[in-house]
């Protein structure tokens, strides 16, 4: 089955400064990979998330890349604030058949910290 | 439009006590998902289901049990409590897939076996 890996698993950032979370994965099948952002004590929630068909996604302050051949992909949040600090997940998606139905793999987390 | 709703959201369990999460979702997807997020850790899925009457193991199974009757519902039985399955407990659905789409999650139970 399909293996995530992210990296770090913790990151410390001054507010104002970038951060880059980086996740691999191992399924070439896999064609979906959203990130999710987990506050404290809450449920995981979609940020941001990116197909295979595209390389490169933006949403304001937050952008995802992906590279199919080195089957990586990355979020970078730029101009950071305190309240993106959270725990940020990267998962992996293959379309699965009718039996199977679509797999989320996650990566085990990065706990993000942005210093005021 | 709630949702994925989870009942309840705080539990404590006596080992070997028995108890059903429960899991509703309004927005008629097939897939449905429970997974456990143990601290500082990811995500590991236990069971999920692609539609009612079809059910298939996750990566971590042992000690629990799903059913799937209808759209709507997706319970998660524990049948035989232990202190390893203190964690906390996310439902998930999604819509059936054409080429990915994404998992909303309920809010969370947390369970402690003591």
């Known amino acids: 089955g399909e293996n995530v890996e992210q990296h770090p698993s913790t990151l410390s950032v001054q507010e104002g400064d970038s951060a880059v979370i980086k996740c691999t994965y191992s399924d070439s099948a896999s064609n979906y990979f959203p990130w999710y952002k987990q506050e404290l004590g809450k449920r995981p929630q979609l940020i941001i998330d990116i197909r295979s068909n595209v390389g490169e996604k933006k949403d304001q302050r937050i952008a995802v890349t992906l590279n199919k051949t080195a089957k990586h992909f990355s979020l970078h949040i730029t101009e950071t604030q305190p309240e993106d600090s959270a725990v940020y997940f990267c998962?992996?998606?293959?379309?699965?058949?009718?039996?199977?139905?679509?797999?989320?793999?996650f990566g085990t987390g990065t706990s993000l910290t942005v210093i005021p | 439009n709630a949702g994925v709703t989870q009942t309840p959201k705080f539990r404590i369990l006596k080992i070997g006590q028995s108890m059903t999460l429960q899991c509703t979702q309004d927005m008629n997807h097939n897939y449905m998902y429970w997974y456990r997020q143990d601290p500082g850790m990811g995500l590991k899925l236990i069971y999920y289901?692609?539609?009612?009457?079809?059910?298939d193991k996750g990566e971590v199974p042992n000690g629990y049990n799903v059913s799937r009757s209808t759209t709507e519902d997706f319970p998660l039985r524990l049948e035989l409590a232990a202190p390893s399955q203190t964690s906390v407990y996310f439902c998930?659905?999604?819509?059936?897939?054409?080429?990915?789409?994404?998992?909303?999650f309920g809010e969370g139970s947390w369970l402690t076996v003591v």
């Open positions: 998962a992996a998606s293959s379309p699965g058949g009718p039996s199977t139905g679509n797999q989320f793999y």
């Open positions: 289901s692609v539609g009612a009457g079809i059910t």
């Open positions: 998930a659905s999604s819509i059936r897939p054409i080429s990915g789409n994404t998992i909303y």
